[in-house]
C-alpha cells in the first residue's frame, strides 16, 4: 500500500477542485451533493462531508442557504450563487467583512442553523463546532446565532435531536420483540455512521431530554412484554449504550484521520512491522491466531453485531424467563 497517498476525502477534494480550475464548474454552479460523492466515489457520508468542508475553508467553494454549496467567485468568496459579487470581502473563516450583521439575518433561522452545525460537526467533528464557525456558514458574526440559539450548549442538542428525527421508521414494523430491538438497534448504527459526532455526544449518565431521540428508543422497545418500568428501562439502555459506545469510535477516527493523514487501511499498514515483531515473540496466540491483523476479522461493523446478538441472546432469557413465570411454569 503506498502510505504516501492522500486520505480519501483528499483525493475527493482535490477532484472537484480541478474541475473548477478546468472551467466545467464555473462560479456559482452547484458542486456534488454529499450524497452524489458517496455514490460517486463509494464513500461513507462522513469522507464526503469532509471533503466538501475541506473545499470551503480552502475558499474553493461557500454553503449559500436555500441553495447549497456552490463554487465561489474566484478572487471573492462573497459572490451570489448567480456569480455576481456581492460587493463584500470574504474574511479568514468564511465571514464577510464590510458587511453587518444584521444585513445576513434575513437568511437565518433556527432550522438552518441547526442545518449548518450538523454539516460542521459532520465533516469537521464536534470539536471544530462553534458558535462562531457555524456563522461564517452564513457570512455573519456569531451574535447574529443568538437570536434564535441561546448557545453552543443549546445548538447541539437541537443538532442531536434533529439527526435523530432523520430516522425513518419502517413500516410495517416488525412484531417480535427481539426483530423489533434488532431493527431499532440498526437505525440508530446507520445514524451514527452518517453523524460520526453523535454517539460520543449522547450521554447515559447525564441523558438529554431530546425527543425525536426518545421515541426511536420507545419504538425499539414497543413489542417487549411482562417487563416493569425499571427493567423495560435498563434493557432500552444497556441496548442503546452498546450501539452508542461502539458508534464512539468513528468521531475518534474522523480525529484520528484529520491528525495524521491516514486512514484506517494505511494506519493499519504502518503498524504492521511493530506487530509482527511482537506477535513473533510466541508470547500472544490468540493474536497470532488472527489471519492477518489488517484483515476484516475484527472491525467496528463486527464488534457491532457480535454484541448486539449476545445482548439480545441474554435479554431472550429474561423475556423467556418472564413469560414462563407469568405462565405459572
Known amino acids: 500500500m503506498n502510505q504516501s497517498a492522500p486520505p480519501p476525502y483528499r483525493q475527493i477534494a482535490d477532484a472537484v477542485r480541478a474541475r473548477v ?7 456559482g454552479d452547484r458542486v456534488p451533493s454529499t450524497r452524489r460523492i458517496t455514490q460517486e466515489w463509494g464513500v461513507a457520508m462522513a469522507t464526503a462531508t469532509k471533503a466538501l468542508a475541506a473545499l470551503r475553508q480552502e475558499g474553493v467553494v461557500r454553503v449559500v442557504p436555500g441553495v447549497g454549496t456552490v463554487v465561489a467567485a474566484r478572487g471573492n468568496q462573497g459572490s451570489a450563487p ?6 463584500t470581502e470574504a474574511a479568514p473563516g468564511g465571514a464577510s467583512r464590510g458587511r453587518s450583521a444584521r444585513e445576513g439575518d434575513g437568511a437565518l433561522t433556527r432550522e438552518r442553523i441547526v442545518r449548518a452545525g450538523i454539516e460542521v460537526a459532520d ?3 464536534l470539536r471544530a463546532l462553534s458558535m ?3 456563522a461564517a456558514e452564513f457570512g455573519v458574526s456569531s451574535m ?3 437570536r434564535h440559539v441561546g448557545g453552543k450548549d443549546e445548538l447541539v442538542m437541537q443538532m442531536a435531536d434533529a439527526a435523530f428525527a432523520e430516522v425513518r421508521l419502517p413500516e410495517p414494523a416488525p412484531t417480535g420483540w427481539r426483530d423489533r430491538m434488532e431493527a431499532g438497534a440498526r437505525l440508530q448504527w446507520a445514524l451514527y455512521r452518517r453523524h460520526p459526532w453523535l454517539a460520543q455526544y449522547l450521554s447515559i449518565s447525564r441523558p438529554q431530554p431530546m425527543p425525536r431521540a426518545m421515541a426511536v428508543i420507545e419504538w425499539t422497545m414497543a413489542r417487549v412484554e411482562g417487563m416493569d418500568p425499571t427493567t423495560l428501562l435498563h434493557m432500552s439502555v444497556t441496548l442503546l449504550n452498546h450501539v452508542r459506545a461502539t458508534a464512539a469510535v468513528f468521531e475518534d477516527d474522523l480525529e484520528a484521520e484529520q491528525h495524521t493523514g491516514m486512514d484506517r487501511d494505511q494506519w493499519m499498514a504502518a503498524m504492521e512491522p511493530a506487530y509482527e515483531r511482537i506477535l513473533r515473540s510466541g508470547g500472544y496466540p490468540m493474536y ?3 489471519d492477518g491483523l489488517e484483515s476484516d476479522a475484527v472491525t467496528l461493523d463486527t464488534l457491532f453485531e457480535f454484541g448486539l446478538a449476545r445482548l439480545l441472546d441474554g435479554m431472550g432469557l429474561l423475556v423467556e424467563g418472564r413469560a414462563r413465570g407469568a405462565a405459572g411454569v
Open 21 to 27: 480550475d478546468a472551467g466545467e464548474l464555473a462560479p
Open 82 to 87: 448567480d456569480g455576481r459579487s456581492s460587493g
Open 123 to 125: 465533516g469537521e467533528g
Open 132 to 134: 462562531r464557525r457555524v
Open 144 to 146: 447574529a446565532l443568538y
Open 288 to 290: 497470532a491466531g488472527v
